[in-house]
């Protein structure tokens, strides 16, 4: 044989393994297909319904879900202003109080020193001229039972030292 009739019957056979080939990849594809449409099919049958429902449900809903955002989007804004407003209050009334207590701190600060302006006044007009005299009246009243008592006792004779009187 010669080297032609080799090639020819070589490349015949390579046809053939290549023909081989493409009927299965169509016998492949035509399965793969087929298993396609019936996936296609069964989900225009169970999925679609259920997508064209919840489409439906979300226009009929939409107008709903729209008007609850925007009531949501007011009530946002006035928490927000009432607690701004809340915040101002509270601040006010602090401030106030601050105040207050500053004032009431004052107020007995200069009670306290009135007092205290009031003690030493009365100390020095009352109580040392009192003490002064209640001093002088001990000194007279002592002078005068000194006295008193000299004249009993050279009276009755009898003289008694003046730290044996007490026991």
Same mark, same amino acid.
């Given at each position: ?6 090639? =020819? ?7 053939? =393994? !290549?023909? +081989? =080939?493409?009927? #299965?990849?169509?016998? #492949? ?12 099919? &069964?989900?225009?049958?169970?999925? *679609? ?5 919840? %489409? @439906? ?6 107008? !709903? ?7 949501? @989007?007011?009530? @946002?804004?006035?928490? %927000?202003?009432?607690?701004?407003? *809340? ?13 207050? /207590? ?12 009135? /007092?205290?302006?009031?003690?030493? *006044? ?13 001093? *002088? ?7 005068? &039972?000194?006295?008193? +008592? #000299? ?5 009755? +004779?009898?003289?008694?030292? !003046?730290?044996?009187?007490? =026991?």
């Amino acid at each position: 044989m010669d080297n032609l009739t080799i090639f =020819i019957a070589v490349t015949a056979a390579a046809v053939v =393994i !290549q023909a +081989g =080939i493409l009927v #299965a990849m169509y016998l #492949a594809v035509r399965q793969t297909s087929a298993r396609m449409e019936a996936l296609a099919a &069964e989900f225009k049958t169970k999925a *679609l319904p259920a997508v064209e429902t919840a %489409h @439906s449900m979300m226009v009929e809903l939409r107008p !709903q879900i729209e008007n609850l955002l925007t009531n949501v @989007s007011d009530v @946002s804004t006035l928490m %927000h202003n009432q607690m701004e407003r *809340l915040d101002a209050t509270l601040s006010d009334v602090i401030d106030r109080t601050r105040l207050q /207590v500053i004032r009431v701190d004052e107020l007995l600060n200069r009670t306290l020193d009135r /007092v205290e302006q009031t003690t030493e *006044l009365v100390q020095k007009t009352v109580v040392s001229p009192v003490r002064q005299f209640s001093g *002088l009246v001990r000194g007279v009243t002592a002078g005068v &039972e000194f006295l008193l +008592g #000299a004249r009993r006792r050279h009276r009755d +004779g009898v003289t008694v030292p !003046q730290d044996e009187m007490f =026991i």
